[in-house]
Nanobody
Framework: EVRLVESGGGLVQPGGSLRLSCAAS????????VAWFRQVSGKGRERVSC???????YYVASVKGRFATSSDSAGNAVFLQVNSLKAEDSAVYYC????????????????WGQGTRVTVSA
């Protein structure tokens, strides 16, 4: 069965950090470009980062310098280190995998996880 499973979300104070994980089963995640999206209730999905199979990364301007995406050497997991968190970072975070680098739209991604919630609050 092809699956993506996110973990690592939670409640954190402003300025805090979390490490989100995206684990794959049924396929080799390292063969795909893997993006992290986030979604606030009632709004669309925003791509915040992407990592390609060659290690190339992308970050949306609002998270540059605070978020970092990486992958494990086995090609089974991708991570998103989120630092200096702000209230506006609160969202459900999803990982998604696609064979194409920076797929044009979130609907183009082949595989999605179920999401992990990040809540930034004092």
């Amino acid at each position: 069965e092809v699956r993506l499973v996110e973990s690592g979300g939670g409640l954190v104070q402003p300025g805090g950090s979390l490490r989100l994980s995206c684990a794959a089963s049924g396929f080799i995640l390292g063969d795909y470009a893997v993006a992290w999206f986030r979604q606030v209730s009632g709004k669309g999905r925003e791509r915040v980062s992407c990592i390609n199979s060659d290690g190339t990364t992308y970050y949306v301007a609002s998270v540059k310098g605070r978020f970092a995406t990486s992958s494990d050497s086995a090609g089974n997991a991708v991570f998103l280190q989120v630092n200096s968190l702000k209230a506006e970072d609160s969202a459900v975070y999803y990982c998604a995998a696609d064979k194409h680098w920076m797929a044009a739209d979130w609907e183009d991604y082949d595989h999605w996880g179920q999401g992990t919630r990040v809540t930034v609050s004092a």
